[in-house]
């Protein structure tokens, strides 16, 4: 799947270790700027609802291995 219009996280800045999304055919792809060819792909409401879990601290404990 050829994709060109690839975005960095804003969090990254000018690093090698970056996560990359991208939309294709109304589902966006995943992938980590140090290993392009693995990609992951889901639906724009999957990735909101991981990102709400993110930002509401629900996977904090999983992130620390609790």
Same mark, same amino acid.
């Given at each position: 799947? #050829?994709? /060109? @219009?690839?975005?960095? /996280? *804003?969090?990254?800045?000018?690093? @090698? @270790?970056?996560?990359?999304?991208? =939309? &294709?055919?109304?589902? &966006?792809? %995943? +992938?980590? *700027? =140090? !290993? #392009?060819? !693995? %990609? %992951? =792909? =889901?639906? #724009? !409401? +999957?990735?909101?609802?991981? $990102?709400?879990?993110?930002?509401?601290? *629900? $996977?904090? /404990?999983?992130?620390?291995?609790?």
């Amino acid at each position: 799947m #050829p994709v /060109s @219009n690839w975005q960095k /996280s *804003s969090y990254c800045g000018e690093g @090698n @270790n970056c996560i990359e999304l991208a =939309t &294709v055919d109304m589902h &966006v792809v %995943i +992938r980590e *700027s =140090t !290993a #392009p060819a !693995a %990609i %992951i =792909t =889901t639906t #724009p !409401a +999957r990735v909101r609802a991981f $990102l709400e879990a993110v930002k509401a601290g *629900s $996977l904090d /404990s999983v992130a620390r291995g609790i």
